[in-house]
Structure formats: structure tokens, C-alpha cells
């Protein structure tokens, strides 16, 4: 009977081929199945993360570095990295991989929300946005403006424009 691991991984119609070498990471790459990481396959990232649904006994013991970024409730709950992940003995392993975001197609959903928020008019109860007020200190000689305009406010407490300086005079 030749080698039979298998990996079935959830949504995908046909399991895939393994050799004992692999990763799970690099083969999941290699039948294109989109799955993140930043690292390449080195355990800096933790970005990797498959829960095993079944067949958790055909893969090797979790490392070290794989309860640094799952936590130690990681076989408990099944998760595992893709790039430490490897069979150990024969058999079939089912996972689930997490969806991978486009980054760029979230970035354009970020834009055309805060745009459609930007445009729509407030919600009845709540008072519209204040606009944006700019505050420009006095010149020296300046009659202050009048009560409740963009800079107004009284003089009183605003300090001169040049304070004097704490540093102890150079020698």
C-alpha cells in the first residue's frame, strides 16, 4: 500500500496529495489555496492559523513557537500553524483555513464608507457636526476679537510671544 496522506481542506471539492516533507503551509500554497502569511513559512508572523477538525493525531507535536503566537489553549481548540504543521504518520487531516481579505479591496470599502458617511445628513436626535474652527494666536498690538467669532475669546491669561527662557544664560 503506498503512502496515503491525504489533507482535506473545508470547501475544497478534492483532498490533496502530501508528501512527508511538506508542510502544511507549502501545500496548501502549492494547490492554491489562498491562505495568509507575512513571514514565508518561518513562525515570526503567527498569521498562518488552520483549526484541525480532524486528524489532528496524523500531524507532528505543536512546537514552542506555535504556543507563543496560538496560546496555550491551541490543542484544545485545534489550532495549528500552517508553516509547523507537518504528518507524521499516515492518514487524512481535515482543516478549515480562514478566509484571506483582499487588502486593497478593504481599503476601497474604508473610502466608500467614510464617503457615504461624509455626505449623508445626520441622524433625527442628533445635532449635526460641529464645522471645524481655527485658532490663531494674537499679534502683539492686535485688538482682540469680538465675543464668540473664530478666534475670539478675551485676552486675558494668554501669555506674551516671548516668554522668557529658563535655560540658564551661556558663559
Known amino acids: 500500500m503506498a503512502d496515503e496522506r491525504r489533507l482535506v481542506v473545508v470547501g475544497r471539492a478534492e483532498p490533496i496529495a502530501v508528501t ?3 508542510d502544511l503551509l507549502e501545500v496548501l500554497q502549492a494547490a492554491g489555496v489562498p ?12 498569521l498562518c492559523r488552520v483549526t484541525v477538525l480532524e486528524g489532528a493525531r496524523c500531524l507532528n507535536e505543536l512546537k514552542g513557537v506555535e504556543e507563543h ?3 496555550n489553549v491551541a490543542p484544545i481548540v485545534g489550532l495549528r ?12 487531516v481535515r482543516i478549515e483555513v480562514p478566509p484571506v481579505e483582499d487588502v ?8 466608500e464608507r467614510a464617503r457615504t458617511e461624509s455626505l449623508a445628513p ?3 436626535g442628533r445635532p449635526p457636526r460641529a464645522t471645524r474652527v481655527e485658532w490663531r494666536p494674537r499679534k502683539l498690538g ?10 475670539g ?8 510671544p516671548r516668554a522668557p527662557s529658563r535655560k540658564p544664560p551661556r558663559r
Open 81 to 92: 500553524l500552517a508553516c509547523q504543521a507537518r504528518f507524521a504518520c499516515e492518514g487524512e
Open 142 to 151: 492686535e485688538a482682540p476679537a469680538p465675543e464668540g467669532s473664530a478666534t
Open 20 to 22: 512527508s516533507k511538506e
Open 104 to 111: 486593497l479591496e478593504r481599503r476601497r470599502r474604508k473610502v
Open 69 to 71: 503566537h496560538l496560546g
Open 35 to 46: 491562505i495568509r502569511t507575512s513571514c514565508g513559512g518561518v513562525a515570526t508572523c503567527g
Open 153 to 160: 475669546g478675551s485676552a486675558e491669561g494668554l501669555a506674551s
Open 122 to 124: 445626520a441622524p433625527s
